[in-house]
Every structure is written in structure tokens, then in C-alpha cells.
């Protein structure tokens, strides 16, 4: 099992960049997909990254996201990234890092419904974005 906990979030302006962590403990020596997902009012929960733990790598974005953001690792501190850039205000939402035992990322997780296959999360951090 691992526990995920989430960080970086905060208010920014329309084209600023944010950098969210998630901090990753416990049984951190298996291989997962990790991933960033988010969740606005009143919408499903939606993928945005994947990308396999422990440097195996195999990044992958949802289409509203490539481009702008970056999923990144640093195995040694076991903490995911997400690196925000040119934010828009259609990317406010609750973000949160996710977890499942695997030896590969699903395109699936990024598609509707792909949070359902997940199986640790953290608590979220909320990014806001304003116009």
C-alpha cells in the first residue's frame, strides 16, 4: 500500500505556472502508474498525467492539457510533479495525485471514467485559476 499527499496549489492569474507535488510513502518499491488527476465543480473527476514510478517513465496527457503541463518523478524523494504552465481558467479544479500497482499506464486513465481505475489517492490540493 502507499499514501499519497498532495502540495503546491494556490491562486494565480491566467497564463502563470504552478508546480504541484505529491509525496509518495510506504510501499514505494513496487511499480505504479502515477498519475495527476482533477476534479471542478459539478464535473467527473478527469485524468491529466500518467507516468510509470520508480524512472520507468512513459509519460502521457490528456489532449486539454499536452503541451502546457509536465508529469515528472524524482525517485529518490519519492514525490511526483506537475509542472503548470500557461494556465487557463478552464484548469481550476481539485487536483489530485493517484496510484495503482501495475507494470504499465492504461491510455484508458485518461479517458472518462479512467479515475475509476486507480486505486490510492491523496487528499487534493485546489488550484484556481482567474481570468
Known amino acids: 500500500q502507499v499514501q499519497l499527499a498532495e502540495s503546491g496549489g494556490g491562486s494565480v492569474q491566467a497564463g502563470e505556472s504552478l508546480r504541484l507535488s505529491c509525496a509518495a510513502s510506504?510501499?514505494?518499491?513496487?511499480?505504479?502508474?502515477m498519475g495527476w488527476f482533477r476534479q471542478a465543480p459539478g464535473k467527473e473527476r478527469e485524468g491529466v498525467a500518467t507516468?510509470?514510478?520508480?524512472?520507468?517513465?512513459?509519460?502521457n496527457y490528456a489532449d486539454s492539457v499536452k503541451g502546457r503541463f509536465t508529469i515528472s518523478q524524482d525517485s529518490a524523494k519519492n514525490t511526483l510533479y506537475l509542472q503548470m504552465n500557461s494556465l487557463k481558467p478552464e484548469d481550476t479544479a481539485m487536483y489530485y495525485c493517484?496510484?495503482?500497482?501495475?507494470?504499465?499506464?492504461?491510455?484508458?486513465?485518461?479517458?472518462?471514467?479512467?479515475?475509476?481505475?486507480?486505486?490510492?489517492w491523496g487528499k487534493g490540493t485546489l488550484v484556481t485559476i482567474s481570468s
Open positions: 493517484a496510484a495503482v500497482g501495475s507494470t504499465g499506464c492504461r491510455s484508458s486513465y485518461l479517458r472518462v471514467g479512467g479515475a475509476d481505475g486507480m486505486s490510492y
Open positions: 510506504g510501499a514505494t518499491y513496487r511499480r505504479y502508474c
Open positions: 507516468i510509470m514510478s520508480n524512472d520507468d517513465g512513459f509519460p
